[in-house]
Each structure stands twice: as structure tokens, then as C-alpha cells.
């Protein structure tokens, strides 16, 4: 089973900036597309970024511009650098892989624990 422990939340300025850091378990995770998704009070979870095992990267409107998805294989870490913080930011953040069951099966979604931003005065 995969484990994924999120961090560096916490509370920041209208403008300021963020990275967030997911530490992934096992030893297949250079192969594993992974995401962050995150979730405000009273609103459903939505998609934030998505970098694929290759390096390539596909980000929500909202974020296009400001927002940075990275990852670095060798320490089974993926990164949101998040600029430009504003209000609408505030949420928690969650990392997120697809792991496939079985061969030719769907991906079931696995979720860290999620941290915390607050985007305030």
C-alpha cells in the first residue's frame, strides 16, 4: 500500500508564497502520475495540479500563473510552490496517486492526511 504525508501549510499574507511538500512511500513512485487537490470550507474538493511520471504538468484556471507542480524521483517528494497567495486560496490540501489494482483495471486514488492554508489579512 502507498502513504502519503503532506506539509508545509500554515498561515500566509495575501501575496506571499508556500511550498507544499508530499513525501510518497515504495518504491515505484517514479512511475506514478501524482496530484494536489485541495478543499475549502462548505466546497468540494477540486483539482489543483497534475504532473504525470514524465514531468508533465496540467494546472486548475485558478491557479495557472502563481502555481508550481515539481517532482523529484529520487526522494519520492512532490512539490506545490504556490505564489501570489490570495484569499480564495484558503483550503486544505491534499496529495493524491492512481494506483492501478490489477492489470488492466481503473486506478484507485490514494490521499494523504492533507494540510492546512490560510490566506488571511
Known sequence: QVQLVESGGGLVQPGGSLRLSCAASGS???????????????????????????????????????????????KNTVYLQMNNVQPEDTAVYYCNTKIRPRIGAPPNDYWGQGTQVTVSS
Request: aromatic share 12%.
Open 28 to 74: 515505484a513512485f517514479s512511475f506514478r502520475a501524482m496530484g494536489w487537490y485541495r478543499q475549502a470550507p462548505g466546497k468540494q474538493r477540486e483539482l489543483v495540479a497534475t504532473i504525470t511520471s514524465g514531468g508533465n504538468t496540467n494546472y486548475a484556471d485558478s491557479v495557472k500563473g502563481r502555481f508550481t507542480i515539481s517532482r523529484d524521483n529520487a
